[in-house]
């Protein structure tokens, strides 16, 4: 059997920044082993497997990380929607072609828009509802977990929540860009926290982006299943950021647009446009937003 694939570098327009996802446009066919077992040997962040959908410029998605299937995200529908358009597997049409990734019954609505016959800025919009958390690890526990120092957690009007969409992230405010790459995650203090018993698995820190560039925030992930060498994809965790965001009482009610950063200045650097309806409520919508770059066509036999 022979499945054509492709490789996508997402939220960037750059070559090899961003991060590299493969694509099976065409995955009819493939059973849940199979697809394990192609994720395993690919050996990416995630792996895209999409399937004949139910209606017009539609498809199923089903994502897969080299152990486990996972829910799909913002960097997953993008790559999905950009490869789709690009390959014209679906033919862009009018200034933004609608796009549907299916997943459990349920769909998220893409638009991507062209510039010169090309997929340019896709946008997907979520709309989400939020549990929040106030009680969180003290600074100094915080400090700890992340090696760093009291001083650095924190910054404005900022402060640390547990929030809760699809998943709870524990996201922390950090003063610095280089607070957040000197951040190193510790086990033992972890585990000697309260962190624990929130049931959150991964830490999101952010700060304010003083580099100049376009993003207004820098994020990075860190957490017990991710190693301190590793930046995964922050798209998962976009929602939960933006519920945190509209939170905190300084932020006015409306519609406010923001970017964030991912990676190193010098390495895979990313970044997500953010636009979000701050209606002082747990119920949000918010549309992210990105460009990618095709990378590799390849064709797997098996």
């Known amino acids: 059997m022979k499945y054509r694939y492709y490789t996508a570098d997402v939220f960037t327009d750059t070559p ?22 192609i994720a395993n040997e690919l050996g990416t962040w995630s792996t895209i497997f999409l399937f004949s959908g139910s209606k ?8 897969f990380t080299p152990s486990k299937e996972i829910e799909s995200n913002a960097h997953t529908i993008l790559a999905a929607s950009f490869v789709l358009t690009k390959t014209n597997a679906i033919a862009l049409e009018g200034k933004h072609t609608p796009v549907s990734l299916e997943e459990h019954g349920e769909s998220v609505d893409t638009y991507v828009s062209q510039k010169d016959g090309v997929p340019s800025i896709i946008q997907q919009t979520y709309h989400s509802h939020a ?19 009291p001083a650095d957690i924190g910054f404005e009007h900022y402060r640390p929540l547990i929030v809760s969409c699809r998943a ?21 203090a972890w585990s000697n926290s309260s962190a624990p018993s929130s049931l959150a698995q991964e830490i999101l820190l952010f700060a304010n982006n003083t580099d100049p560039n376009p993003g207004d925030f820098h ?9 301190n060498h590793e930046d995964p994809p922050v798209g998962g965790a976009i929602t939960a950021f933006a519920h945190h965001i509209c939170d905190h009482p300084h932020i006015q009610e409306g519609t406010h647009i923001f970017a964030i ?8 650097k990313s970044l997500l446009y ?29």
């Open 56 to 63: 017009e410029n539609s498809r199923k998605i089903r994502v």
């Open 16 to 37: 090899f920044y961003g991060i590299p996802l493969p694509v099976f446009p065409e995955a009819d066919g493939l059973s849940d082993e199979v697809m394990q077992q």
């Open 131 to 149: 549990a929040i958390d106030y009680y969180t690890p003290t600074e100094e526990e915080l400090a700890a977990m992340l090696s760093l120092t």
């Open 274 to 302: 953010v636009e979000m309806d701050n209606k002082k409520t747990n119920d949000l919508t918010v549309r992210v937003g990105g460009s990618a770059v095709l990378m590799s066509e390849a064709v797997m036999t098996f």
């Open 168 to 188: 709870p992230y524990l996201i922390v405010p950090i003063k610095s860009y280089h607070a957040i790459r000197e951040a190193r995650f510790v086990e033992s």
């Open 261 to 268: 950063q991912r990676g190193a200045n010098n390495a895979r």
């Open 219 to 227: 994020a990075r992930l860190l957490g017990p299943a991710i190693a």
